[in-house]
C-alpha cells in the first residue's frame, strides 16, 4: 500500500473514531427530556417546566422537550414509549394527564427513571412531585377577600363581596386549588360570596373568556385562574372588562398589568431543576413523593407593586405566617 493510501485510511479511521467517542460522550452526558401532554406558550405551567430545563442546560445537561397537541393521546403513549426505549435518557419527565400512560410504561423499563409532577404514582423507578397549591391558592383567596373588602384601595371593585374562580376541569388537583382559596376568603371575611365555574378543559380559551365575563358582569370583585392555557382567556375578559384578576402558576401580572394585581407561582420549574440535579448526583428518593409548599419555596404569590398596596400585602403576609407556623391548617382535598 503507498504512503499516501495509509495516510487516506488513518485520516479515515480517525474520523471514524472521533464520530464513535462524540457519539459516547453524548450518550455519557446527564440528559433530561420531557414528554408533553401539550405545547408551550401556555405563559403558565408549561412555561414554567421549560423554564426549569433550560437552567439545567446551562450547567451542561442534555435536554429535550416534546410537545404534543393537547387532544392527541395516542401521541403521548407513543413519545413516552420512545424516549423509554431509546434508553438514551437519565431521566424521563412527565406531568399531567400521563397518569395511565406512565403506569403502562415505567414497569417495562426497571432501570429508567422517571419524575412524574403534579401527580403521583408510587413506582420504584418513579420520584412524583406534587406542589401544595391549596397553600398558594390560600393566599390568593386572602388576596382576593382583600379586594373584595375595600373598594377604595380596590376602585375597580363592585363592593358586591363576590369573588370567582375560573377552572378547567373538576379533578382533585383543582379541588385543591379551590379549597384553598375559599378558605383564604374566609379569613379575611366570612360574608364574601365565592364563585366557580368549570370550562370543561384546559385548552379552551374562548369558553373560559365567556364564562369570566358572566361572572364580572354578575358583581364578582376578581376572578382566580385556574385553568392553564384557557387561562389567558380568562385575564383577557378580565382586561376588557376593566375587572381584577389574578393569574397563576408563572408570573402573569405583565400580560395585562391594569387589571392582573397578582399570580399565584407553582414553582414547576424550580422543582425540575431540583430533582434533575437529585438524579445526576445520585440522591433522588425513587420510589417516594416529594411535596413543594410555602415552607421549601414551591409556591408563591407575586403581586403587581402598581396595584396591590404594603396595607393590602401586610394582610395577606399575616395569613401566610400563620400557614408557616402551623397556626392555620389549610384545607386540601387529598386524603393524607
Known sequence: MSGSKILITAALAAVIAGGVHAAAAAAEKFSAVYVMSDNLGDKGFNDSAAAGFHR????????KLLQASPSDPQLWRQNLEATSNSETWSVIFTGPGMHDNLAAVAPKHPNQKYVYFDDELLLPNVLSVKY???????????????????KTTFPLGTGAKKVG???????????????GFKQGVATIDPSITVQVSFIGNFNDAQKAYELTRNMLNGGVDVVYNVAGPAGLGILKAAADANKYAIGVDSDQNGLYPKNVIASMLKQIGNSIYDTSKQIEEGNAPMGTLEVYGLKNDGVALVY?????????????????AKVLSGEIKVDTAFKK
Not at 439545567?56 to 435536554?63: D, F, P, Q
Not at 386572602?142 to 375595600?150: C, H, M, Q, R, T
Not at 376541569?169 to 379549597?179: E, K, R
Open 304 to 320: 403587581n407593586d402598581a396595584l396591590v398596596p404594603a396595607s393590602a400585602k401586610a394582610k395577606v403576609e399575616a395569613a401566610k
Open 56 to 63: 439545567a442546560e446551562k450547567e451542561g445537561v442534555r435536554i
Open 132 to 150: 401544595a397549591q391549596n397553600e398558594g391558592s390560600y393566599l390568593v383567596g386572602a388576596l382576593a377577600g382583600v379586594v373584595a373588602s375595600d
Open 165 to 179: 374562580i375560573v377552572a378547567g376541569m373538576d379533578l382533585p388537583v383543582i379541588q385543591d386549588f379551590i379549597l
